[in-house]
């Protein structure tokens, strides 16, 4: 019985002394370093991610273009879309649940702390499966990573290399990633808010969080049942999707988008949370909507799981279903309008001033707004019959999922940067940065709107002569908004190098919440004795 | 949130969450996850080296499985989770049963697509445009190009594997009303009794797939029919394997005096999963043996 009374002992001890080195990082089951470390992979795989986007770019330059091979460049575009969303967007958002949930709850920690630790350890498990096909390449085994197109669809996907085997235990283990943080957040807000801290006090960033992990315990483990079903098909002799044995392909599309959808939303929800509390402290008003605002969420988390087919007007629907997919996926745009009536509420007539977490905050409201109209185009499911699977289509996703999530994850970077490291990121970087994402953002994607209306198909290697001007333009918007991103680096080393000036407990003078009320940066555990909430 | 703050001083100690030292488990197991993924892609590709992989995945995820759960079990020993613990124990427990309740979920909207939409589709093809004109369609079916297949009636083996499935059910409720008014007798007696129901379960179903294989033609290959039948009670009977493990762990438990009328939230977790999987069950019996 040893071991048991270590424990009891170790739990006796008051501890405030970080351990050291790497066996930190590994073993933590501390809030704060898992969602460092959540924050650290997403920023990274932004990068490599980001990568991927520069080498389609420099491959369309021009038409007839030889930067990639035809086989590279379908690796590209696949890999670009998987690691965005699964590898970049999703633990960035995570981290931020983690390191800032508890504090903004006054909980000690989160919930299970070392099943929290796994659902971060699962991911670089996940990007090393993903990519291993490549390393398999090098030996003369196989023909690279999935090369499919990120909605992996069958039959492709049924036919395709060894490169899709790998990219389905990769998802497996995203899933669970993703399962096991949702699970840890639902029952951290659930079981360990202050006393005081009542639903309808929650900070809208928990309750944007909350609602997300619900979504994720609903769809995600339809994609993990999908992804079986296509390892099965490939080599196990099923026809989930083979019409030869009764299956049907566009079964994976219904599959696929069923957690598809609800995932768009997954991404926005929590930055639309982070949104409120940047709005509201710069503009130095309390935020506007409060209870609006969780009903609108929701109302979005609610419809997102049964509007899915709007992605497949064109894979053959009866009109009764066109109908109804596309009345309900515009009855979103209702709960929506309701959060921009919100953000703008919030701002109304206030004391406004524009540092860097702000700018970007109204470039989401800007950028993502311009996202839902274009998305409005697209449900009408006559119109969608010209829109689909064109670059109108590729510039309409990009305003939602770079003009919402990112801009807002960008947002909070900047708004807690300060908080997490203790000191100040460089003020003139972050301008400099977030100008240059506005410019850069822009002109990779207005070019692709007009394309896409004229008739120029996404995801092939190539293009005819006419789109020419369109593809250049939008080249060169997109290397300045991948050279921006170094600037966002830059600003990570400086605050944490720590040599500039020391952020205060408050950071901004108009920010609000439990965690503006602890030292910057927090201490290692903090609100060990729970704080009372009046 | 423009809620003021004040820092209590009078915390007694039951308020004070249980929060655990750094632990080498958890990234072991994705470690052992990762060994055992790498391995899978590769099997099933026919690379050699594909199986011993996974069987080095396997065992390192078991090592791991079992140190982790043994650091659990001595700390609830050590009497460090109280009821504010043991609430989010409680709520991880129900939200991972919902997760699991989705997965299955999915493979049963599977099924009614397949019967509701793809196979009638298919038959209603136009004869001229059809590549396979003279399909019907109708259920089971193991496709226009499948080969011919008998299925397993509802009235044999699945029937009694019903009867077994619930009478677990059932005796789990007992053992578990036994724990909460502390006659150990009872709970063990409860659990011995559910565990030889479930392995007579897994075992008649063990034999049910041997029968549809040999003699029935009805496998994996068997189109759509196959596919769901086989996936569907696969993953159940996967389910209610995981399932007996965790009743085992108990009842080891159990002997050993781990558990009291205070101290029960593992019991009540195997019993809610334990019913989980049996209405699991239910709902195959209905919807892919009777209907």
Redesign the interface.
């Known amino acids: 019985?040893s071991?048991?009374?270590a424990?009891?002992n170790?739990?006796e001890h008051e501890h405030d002394h970080k351990?050291r080195g790497l066996?930190?990082w590994?073993?933590?089951?501390n809030h704060k370093d898992i969602g460092i470390l959540y924050m650290l992979f997403g920023v990274t795989f932004f990068l490599v991610g980001g990568l991927f986007a520069e080498l389609i770019r420099a491959q369309l330059i021009h038409p007839a273009n030889h930067v990639l091979t035809p086989e590279l460049y379908n690796q590209a575009i696949t890999l670009h879309g998987l690691v965005m969303v699964f590898a970049a967007l999703m633990p960035v958002t995570a981290g931020f649940a983690n390191y800032v949930i508890p504090l903004?709850i006054g909980?000690?920690?989160m919930?299970?702390?070392?099943?929290n630790?796994?659902g971060f350890?699962?991911l670089?498990?996940a990007a090393?499966?993903l990519v291993?096909?490549g390393i398999l390449q090098l030996f003369g085994?196989?023909n690279g990573p999935i090369d499919t197109g990120w909605t992996i669809y069958a039959p492709l996907s049924v036919r395709s290399g060894?490169g899709v085997?790998?990219a389905i235990?990769?998802i497996?283990?995203l899933g669970a990633s993703s399962?096991m943080a949702?699970?840890?957040i639902?029952?951290t807000i659930?079981?360990?808010r202050a006393p005081?801290?009542t639903m309808m006090?929650l900070?809208l960033f928990a309750w944007s969080w909350l609602i997300t992990a619900f979504l994720l315990?609903?769809?995600?483990?339809?994609l993990?049942?999908?992804g079986?079903?296509l390892?099965?098909d490939?080599?196990?002799?099923?026809?989930?999707f083979?019409?030869?044995?009764?299956?049907?392909p566009?079964?994976w599309e219904?599959?696929f988008w069923f957690f598809g959808h609800p995932e768009v939303y997954i991404l926005l929800l929590p930055t639309a949370g982070l949104l409120s509390h940047i709005l509201s402290a710069f503009a130095r008003k309390?935020?506007f909507g409060y209870r609006a605002q969780v009903y609108a969420y929701w109302t979005i988390g609610v419809l997102s799981v049964i509007v899915w087919a709007h992605h497949m007007f064109t894979s053959g629907m009866p009109i009764a279903g066109q109908l109804y997919f596309m009345y309900s996926t515009m009855a979103i745009s209702i709960p929506v309008t309701v959060l921009f009536i919100c953000w703008l509420g919030t701002i109304w007539r206030g004391a406004l001033s524009f540092e860097t977490p702000m700018l970007f905050a109204l470039g989401y409201i800007g950028l993502f707004g311009i996202g839902g109209l274009t998305g409005l185009t697209l449900a009408d499911a006559v119109a969608d019959q010209q829109y689909h699977n064109s670059y109108y289509l590729v510039a309409h996703f990009h305003y939602t999922l770079f003009g919402g999530p990112i801009m807002g994850v960008m947002a909070a970077a900047y708004f807690y940067l300060p908080k997490i490291t203790g000191h100040m990121y460089s003020e003139r970087a972050g301008r400099w940065h977030f100008w240059l994402c506005i410019i850069g953002f822009n002109l990779t994607f207005i070019p692709q709107f007009l394309a896409g209306i004229a008739g120029a198909e996404r995801r092939v290697v190539d293009y005819p002569i006419q789109f020419a001007g369109f593809h250049m333009a939008s080249s060169i918007g997109a290397f300045i908004l991948g050279a921006a991103q170094l600037l966002l680096v830059y600003n990570i080393v400086v605050a944490w190098r720590g040599r500039t000036e020391p952020a205060s407990a408050r950071v901004w003078e108009g920010a609000?919440?439990?965690e503006f009320?602890l030292p910057s940066p927090p201490p290692y555990?903090t609100f060990?004795?729970?704080?009372?909430?009046? | 949130m423009s809620a003021d703050i004040t820092m209590t001083s009078n915390v007694t100690g039951s308020q004070r969450y249980y929060l655990p030292q750094p632990s080498p488990y958890p990234v072991l197991v994705s470690a052992a996850l990762l060994v055992l993924f790498i391995g899978s892609g590769l099997r099933v590709n026919g690379v050699g080296a594909g199986s011993w992989l996974m069987a080095a995945g396997l065992l390192l995820l078991l090592y791991a499985v079992v140190h982790w759960f043994s650091g659990v079990i001595a700390e609830s020993r050590g009497g460090v989770y109280h009821r504010w613990e043991s609430r989010s124990f409680r709520l991880g427990m129900i939200w991972f049963i919902i997760s699991e309740i989705v997965l299955f979920a999915t493979f049963f909207a599977v099924l009614f697509y397949e019967r509701r939409i793809s196979v009638p589709w298919l038959a209603s093809l136009d004869p001229r445009f059809s590549p396979w004109p003279g399909f019907v369609g109708g259920w089971p079916t193991a496709g226009p190009a499948g080969h011919r297949f008998a299925t397993i009636g509802p009235l044999g083996i699945p029937l009694v594997n019903t009867i077994l499935l619930l009478s677990s059910g059932a005796t789990v409720t007992w053992a578990h009303w036994g724990l909460k008014e502390n006659r150990r007798q009872q709970l063990i007696a409860g659990l011995i009794v559910t565990i030889l129901l479930g392995a007579v379960f897994v075992l008649l179903q063990a034999y049910e797939f041997h029968h549809a294989y040999t003699e029935l033609g009805l496998t994996l290959g068997s189109g759509v029919y196959g596919a769901t039948f086989f996936m569907l009670t696969g993953l159940h009977g996967l389910h209610v394997t995981v399932g007996l493990v965790m009743l085992t762990t108990i009842l080891g438990r159990s002997l050993k005096g781990h558990f009291s009328a205070e101290h029960r939230f593992a019991v009540e977790a195997v019993s809610w999963y334990w019913h989980f999987v049996d209405v699991v069950w239910l709902c195959l019996f209905v919807l892919v043996y009777s209907v």
């Open positions: 019985m071991s048991v009374s424990y009891v170790e739990h351990p066996a930190r590994l073993f933590t089951t903004m909980a000690p920690d919930a299970l702390p070392r099943l630790n796994w350890w699962l670089p498990p090393v499966v291993f096909p085994v196989g060894l085997d790998f235990f990769a497996v283990l399962l949702s699970i840890n639902i029952v659930f079981n360990m005081g801290v006090k900070p315990i609903a769809v995600f483990p339809a993990i049942a999908g079986l079903m390892l099965t490939r080599h196990f002799g099923t026809h989930f083979s019409a030869a044995g009764g299956g049907d566009v079964l219904h599959l309390p935020i609000q919440g439990l009320t555990h060990a004795e729970r704080p009372a909430v009046v």
